[in-house]
């Protein structure tokens, strides 16, 4: 593959919220595409979760393949004009349902272009295969030191002391710290694959330090869609199965600004010199 020499820039806190608005920007560029591929790849995911454990990770497997075709897609949005409204006044029913079926099209195209080339797909599979073995690891981990959310529980509730807590809190936290190192080495692994023709591992090298270099502006761009995903969790929580709800509303919502986010920030970090 061809490799593309760059420089990681950094950037003060400030920046993150810069990223933040760039992927709002870019979502409001043509937001029905948007949350259509964002649709698509919550209902595979809902569609997978219907499999016990399995399509869990199967998810996990494939999800840098969609990531690679909705970057690419985050790419062409950011050089095309704004897309006009799907609808236009005085339309027909067949008019309107004809627009929505080329937008599903559309999107799944998109979505699924990942696949397509040979170049790129082999390497986000490798990348899909080690964040498989990665999360596997991890859950490992967190049976094995049996720590958990329920250890936080225990301890605001009072019920054991610190002192007989702290073997499960430094597991805690040493698990935190592995998931964190994992996240920062695949958030920009797909979009150096996909622009740049990395390798995977060189990828996931280059990711995992320009996430650190620049973990002050991820943290505060990050804490959004945190805050989504907790909510969401959140609601199965509280009202299980009807917690799809949330999770395809906010999905829909985040996810598109997620990806074109990412991309922005991708593009500020990594500058050619």
């Not at 006044?89 to 272009?113: D, N, Y």
């Not at 761009?221 to 909510?231: K, R």
């Amino acid at each position: 593959m061809t490799q593309v020499n760059t420089v990681v820039k950094t950037f003060d806190v400030a920046r993150g919220w810069e990223w933040l608005r760039a992927g709002l920007r870019l979502f409001g560029k043509a937001p029905a595409l948007w949350l259509a591929i964002a649709l698509f790849y919550l209902a595979i995911g809902f569609l997978f979760n219907l499999l016990p454990f399995v399509g869990r990770l199967v998810m996990v497997l494939l999800t840098p393949l969609f990531a690679a075709g909705a970057f690419a897609a985050a790419a062409e949005t950011d050089q095309a004009p704004p897309a006009a409204p799907l609808f236009g006044p005085g339309e027909s029913p067949a008019v309107r349902a004809g627009k929505v079926l080329e937008l599903l099209k559309q999107a799944a195209a998109r979505l699924f272009s990942g696949f397509n080339d040979l170049d790129r797909a082999l390497p986000a599979m490798i990348v899909g295969a080690l964040a498989l073995g990665g999360v596997v690891t991890i859950q490992i981990l967190v049976q094995v030191l049996k720590v958990g959310t329920h250890t936080v529980s225990v301890l605001f509730g009072g019920a054991v002391s610190v002192i007989a807590l702290l073997p499960s809190l430094a597991g805690l936290i040493a698990v935190v710290a592995i998931e964190i190192a994992f996240a920062m080495a695949l958030v920009y692994a797909i979009p150096l694959i996909v622009f740049q023709n990395e390798t995977p591992l060189a990828a996931l090298r280059r990711s995992f330090f320009a996430s650190l270099v620049n973990a002050r502006p991820l943290m505060a761009f990050g804490g959004v869609f945190l805050l989504g995903y907790l909510a969401v969790q959140g609601l199965f929580g509280l009202i299980g199965g009807l917690g799809y709800l949330g999770y395809f509303a906010l999905g829909a919502a985040l996810l598109p600004v997620l990806v074109a986010g990412v991309y922005s920030s991708y593009r500020d970090l990594h500058a050619t010199p």
